[in-house]
Each structure stands twice: as C-alpha cells, then as structure tokens.
C-alpha cells in the first residue's frame, strides 16, 4: 500500500526578508481538495464550475498566514508575517485525489454540488517541488529533473477509477466507475455492473478520483 499511494509532500513556510525559511516534508496518502464557495472564486475558476487542474493550482498557491500567526526571526529578533506553500515534492504511483464536497460544523451540514472537471489524463509536472524551484530560479539541478520528467512523460497519469455520490448528505448514495481492459468502462451500482461510456464517467460528481502513472519503468 505504501508503496502504490504514498509519497512525499514538501510544505516551505517563508517569514523574513532575509529568507528566512523552514522546510518540511511529510508523507501523502491523498490530496484533499477544495470545491466550495473559496475555490469558486479562485482566479482560475471558470463561473460555476472548476477543474481538478484550478483545484491542485488552489492547493500548491502560497498562502499568507496574517498577524495571528507571526513567527520569531531568529536574526532579526523580531516577529514577521509569514507565507506557506505546499508543493509535491514526489508523486505516488496511484494518485488519490479526494473532492471535499461534504461540510460539517457545529451549525449545519451540507454538501457542495460544485461541478468540478476531470480529465482522462492530467500531468502533475506543474505541482511539483521541482518545477516550483525552477519557477523562481532555485538550483539549478531542479531544471534537469524538470526537464528528465517532461522528456520521459513519468508525471503523467491517466484516470482508472472514480467514486462519485449523489443525493444530499441525508439520503446520497455511492457508485464506482472503474476502467478494465481495453479501456472499457464499468458502472458499480451496488450488485448491478453495467459498462458505462468515458462521458459519462467524466460527467458524474466525482468524490473520489484515482489516477496511475502512464509510464511505470522507474518501480
């Protein structure tokens, strides 16, 4: 199992003007990402509906922490504002992508409907530590694992799997769409299997999506 969902993920809190930084890296089973009304109004959002590609940009954006969460620089001696940034610093051979459609609080509880767009093959490249050091000119060794990457497709993945649900929190209910041999798709709906066309799967609301690598020859 950890060897098919889990990878590294980079987080690189940034809080001085003398580049004061701080790197850590944690493992990933999967990538929670946001659908509700915040990601709508992201930049890349198109109206009412978003793609998993506008939802991972959302995801690795630098985010700035505000006064309530100053940290001490130890040069400095003075408490600054910081920023976080969340990059994937490796990717797993099956990718898990996890829709947040559901919200609880001590108020109410209630599901996004947000229509999210999925592709049949996404490139992960752009979310990458790699390609973020790159970006803002940082080592020059991250341009050739870019470039390794880019040349030999090993950031591209391919969709085989997705848990969608429909109806309200109250009364939803589950169905998994999975890809066979020869591309051939299949609706699970409880004990009914039926073959499902590729717009259909990409069509329904997608909770869970599962990815694998195209090219599998570095494992």
Same mark, same amino acid.
């Given at each position: 199992?950890?060897?098919?969902?889990?990878?590294?993920?980079?987080?690189?809190?940034?809080?001085?003007? %003398? $580049?004061?930084? #701080?790197?850590?890296?944690?493992?990933?089973?999967?990538?929670?990402?946001?659908?509700?009304?915040?990601?709508?109004?992201?930049?890349?959002?198109?109206?009412?509906?978003?793609?998993?590609?506008?939802?991972?940009?959302?995801?690795?954006?630098?985010?700035?922490?505000?006064?309530?969460?100053?940290?001490?620089?130890?040069?400095?001696?003075?408490?600054?504002?910081?920023?976080?940034?969340?990059?994937?610093?490796?990717?797993?051979?099956?990718?898990? %992508?996890?829709?947040?459609?559901?919200?609880?609080?001590?108020?109410?509880?209630?599901?996004?409907?947000?229509?999210?767009?999925?592709?049949?093959?996404?490139?992960?490249?752009? %979310?990458?530590?790699?390609?973020?050091?790159?970006?803002?000119?940082?080592?020059?060794?991250?341009?050739?694992?870019?470039?390794?990457?880019?040349?030999?497709? $090993?950031?591209?993945?391919?969709? %085989?799997?997705?848990?969608?649900?429909?109806?309200?929190?109250? #009364?939803?209910?589950?169905?998994?769409?999975?890809?066979?041999?020869?591309?051939?798709?299949?609706?699970?709906?409880?004990?009914?299997?039926?073959?499902?066309?590729?717009?259909?799967?990409?069509? #329904?609301?997608?909770?869970?999506?599962?990815?694998?690598?195209?090219?599998?020859?570095?494992?």
């Amino acid at each position: 199992m950890r060897l098919i969902y889990c990878a590294a993920l980079q987080l690189i809190l940034d809080w001085c003007s %003398f $580049r004061g930084v #701080s790197t850590t890296v944690d493992p990933y089973w999967d990538i929670s990402l946001d659908v509700g009304q915040e990601a709508l109004l992201s930049p890349s959002a198109d109206g009412p509906h978003i793609s998993l590609e506008d939802c991972l940009q959302r995801y690795i954006r630098p985010e700035q922490l505000g006064s309530a969460a100053k940290i001490k620089c130890a040069r400095c001696e003075t408490y600054e504002e910081s920023t976080k940034q969340l990059t994937l610093k490796t990717l797993p051979m099956v990718a898990c %992508f996890h829709l947040k459609r559901f919200e609880h609080n001590s108020k109410h509880r209630k599901k996004m409907d947000t229509k999210v767009y999925y592709p049949q093959f996404i490139d992960m490249t752009p %979310f990458t530590t790699a390609y973020r050091e790159r970006s803002i000119g940082h080592e020059k060794k991250s341009n050739s694992v870019v470039a390794d990457a880019l040349t030999k497709n $090993r950031n591209k993945y391919e969709l %085989f799997a997705v848990v969608s649900h429909d109806g309200t929190m109250e #009364s939803g209910h589950y169905t998994c769409f999975i890809r066979h041999q020869h591309n051939q798709w299949f609706q699970c709906d409880d004990q009914i299997i039926s073959r499902a066309p590729i717009e259909t799967v990409l069509a #329904s609301e997608g909770y869970l999506l599962f990815y694998h690598k195209s090219h599998l020859d570095y494992y």
